[in-house]
């Protein structure tokens, strides 16, 4: 199905923020405000607990990975537990719009159990466990400082959140995902071909980790506004050991406070500059998410805290309004479902079965 892809507008200036600083209520006034307004801010990558080497190290691995040839990616393929290999075409965030599927590729790791993998790898990826396992525990740590500083911002105990996300009450849906998005293909048709359709993330909330000089994300600030680009770097990169993370709400904690935080559309796509005809500029993109998952039985009931009863009280004119996009956005007057039937149902929607 033919699809206009809406015009982009100039960046977006998303805030950056510094999980070091000791005062937490100051910092998750700061990070509600971000995930109110944009739905996305970044964590600065100078004060964070990744050093430039965990990153180094990782993108080593993600590009040693998709460097093998179909044949021996082939028997890790992506199974029913949404571990393994993803192929090219094989998932379609926006299936509305984009039948081919997305142009990418992708290999999801679950969660390690005592540092150790828990699905099979090809040996050059399991020969590097004690990395994967060094960078998933960083970023679970990450994960926890930004909900509880959001605990704060919503004035509720500093637990609430890190405490259903806690994996010794249960198994979460944690996900580390390493994508690659190739430059070239046979021949780039404007509006039809996509990296990654348009779509909001299905967790609580996504790090994603770049390169410098490989763009294309973009994100929607307003349901119905154009899109716009977000930069690798917010602003000049020489003072930065990598690029900041990137962070993004999900649609799971959007509905634990029935909309105040933002699930922001987003999408990735060819550089505009490579979408010129017969433009040779192309250039691969790899990149990193960490999604954040709670515990699969937890539901997804509204959050104890006067600010989103506050919210409720401003927005009980336009309730039914759905959160999130795709075939997993529900009302938020609808059953409040599981943390895992709700990832069970946004897989569904985007994976196509070959």
Not at 214 to 231: D, H, N, Y
Request: contains cysteine; negative net charge.
């Amino acid at each position: 199905m033919a699809h206009n892809v809406p015009n982009t507008t100039g960046q977006v200036d998303l805030p950056m923020i510094d999980l070091s600083h000791p005062d937490g209520v100051g910092s998750g006034k700061a990070l509600l405000d971000a995930a109110v307004k944009y739905g996305f801010l970044y964590v600065d990558s100078r004060t964070c607990a990744f050093s430039g080497s965990d990153i180094d190290q990782m993108f080593a691995i993600s590009e040693e990975f998709f460097g093998l040839s179909t044949a021996e990616k082939l028997p890790f393929r992506r199974g029913a537990n949404n571990r393994g290999w993803v192929g090219m075409h094989v998932e379609t965030l926006d299936p509305e719009h984009h039948e081919k599927g997305d142009f990418k590729e992708a290999l999801n790791i679950g969660e390690l159990e005592n540092g150790t993998l828990q699905q099979p790898l090809p040996s050059c990826t399991a020969a590097h466990e004690r990395t994967i396992a060094r960078f998933t525990e960083l970023c679970n740590q990450t994960c926890s400082q930004i909900l509880q500083f959001l605990a704060h911002g919503l004035e509720i105990p500093g637990d609430y959140f890190t405490s259903r996300h806690d994996p010794s009450h249960g198994a979460t849906g944690n996900s580390l995902r390493l994508l690659y998005y190739p430059a070239s293909i046979t021949s780039y048709r404007s509006g039809k071909d996509i990296r990654a359709g348009a779509h909001s993330d299905y967790g609580s909330i996504t790090l994603l980790f770049q390169r410098p000089g490989q763009p294309g994300l973009e994100i929607k600030t307003a349901p119905e506004s154009e899109w716009a680009p977000v930069p690798v770097y917010p602003d000049t990169p020489t003072d930065y050991p990598f690029p900041p993370i990137l962070v993004n709400i999900g649609d799971m904690l959007s509905y634990w406070t029935d909309g105040l935080l933002k699930s922001t559309i987003h999408r990735v796509v060819f550089p505009h500059e490579a979408q010129r005809e017969g433009a040779n500029d192309r250039q691969d993109r790899y990149s990193i998410a960490f999604f954040c998952q709670p515990v699969g039985s937890t539901e997804l009931t509204t959050v104890p805290s006067a600010v989103v009863a506050a919210h409720r009280k401003e927005q009980s004119q336009v309730r039914g309004s759905s959160v999130g996009y795709g075939g997993g956005a529900v009302s938020l007057d609808d059953h409040r479902a599981t943390a895992a039937e709700h990832l069970q149902s946004r897989f569904a929607a985007t994976y196509i079965t070959k």
